[in-house]
């Protein structure tokens, strides 16, 4: 099957994640059929980032987005285990400090671009600025940002400015040579509560839970909302959306690790070749190991 595919939403029509299912398909329902294949894709995505950096010609950037307990952590974990850990940075995006306040929205992410040559994956990412900041537009107010004194300034038109501003960015990474991957991990809110259960029940998982997890979960419509806005204005035909079915973990992993190694056999990939005076100097070099004594 073609996730790539079958998972894609380029922005044609608005998003209505009410309508999205959160179910694994009905083909997948072998669990050591898809760790199989999975481990597969692991394999794969292993020779893929070895010719990436190899070149040192392209960058990708993977994005994760989700609620609460969807399962960005162990994704990342488990698709990456076979990726050599100096081609491939994580960086996990938390509320702003005073300093990255202080600069532009954006100022904090830059410099967490990955180099060409890199996979870089932003577990969470500038899309909270579009979407935390929808739900607590009081977020903004307090940024002190230009002439925005109150929630009401916060509206649609401003929002609007910030997709425009993120749809640019992304462009700009395409035209300098990034490959730009935007994941949204699609988990129902009966499974966010049965995964919230088992981080309280499970001694070794109450590190994981928050009791801001639960505030947060009470604004679950409002960000349902803000995901279909957010991710209906910032998906473009060249840089899409994958919006993934998660209530079933290894299906979401599937999915993923499919798409991206699909995406990145697109790209002219290849170990570098060297010309005849590079190859003169292996010859020689070989040589001089070959005349050596112990």
């Not at 998003?15 to 894709?41: C, F, M, R, S």
């Not at 399962?71 to 702003?96: L, R, W, Y």
């Not at 700009?172 to 988990?187: A, D, E, I, W």
Request: charged fraction near 25%; aromatic fraction near 12%.
């Amino acid at each position: 099957m073609n996730f790539e595919k079958q998972y894609r939403y380029i922005g044609k029509q608005t998003l209505d994640l009410t309508g999205q299912t959160t179910q694994p398909d009905a083909k997948y329902a072998d669990e050591k059929v898809i760790k199989a294949q999975i481990a597969q894709n692991i394999k794969q995505l292993t020779e893929l980032q070895g010719k990436l950096y190899a070149q040192d010609r392209y960058g990708v950037l993977i994005i994760f987005q989700a609620m609460d307990a969807a399962g960005k952590d162990s994704m990342i974990a488990h698709i990456m285990s076979g990726v050599n850990p100096q081609g491939c940075e994580v960086t996990s995006f938390k509320q702003p400090t005073a300093t990255e306040i202080a600069h532009d929205y954006l100022w904090r992410i830059h410099n967490q671009v990955p180099k060409r040559g890199m996979i870089g994956i932003f577990n969470r990412s500038y899309y909270e600025d579009v979407l935390v900041s929808r739900v607590h537009p009081n977020i903004i107010v307090n940024e002190h940002i230009g002439d925005i004194d109150n929630v009401d300034q916060v509206d649609e038109t401003f929002f609007k400015r910030r997709y425009k501003d993120l749809r640019y960015m992304e462009d700009y990474l395409q035209h300098n040579g990034y490959t730009v991957l935007k994941f949204f991990l699609h988990m129902s809110k009966e499974e966010q509560k049965q995964r919230f259960i088992r981080r309280i029940e499970i001694p070794s998982h109450n590190w994981k839970f928050s009791a801001a997890d639960i505030r947060e979960r009470h604004y679950w419509d409002d960000y349902q909302r803000a995901y279909d806005d957010a991710i209906s204005q910032t998906a473009t035909k060249s840089v899409p959306w994958y919006v993934i079915p998660s209530d079933s973990k290894w299906y979401s992993r599937l999915c993923v690790s499919e798409i991206i190694n699909q995406r990145l056999s697109q790209l002219p990939l290849a170990y570098p070749s060297l010309d005849a005076a590079d190859q003169a100097q292996l010859k020689t070099a070989l040589n001089q190991l070959d005349r050596e004594t112990d």
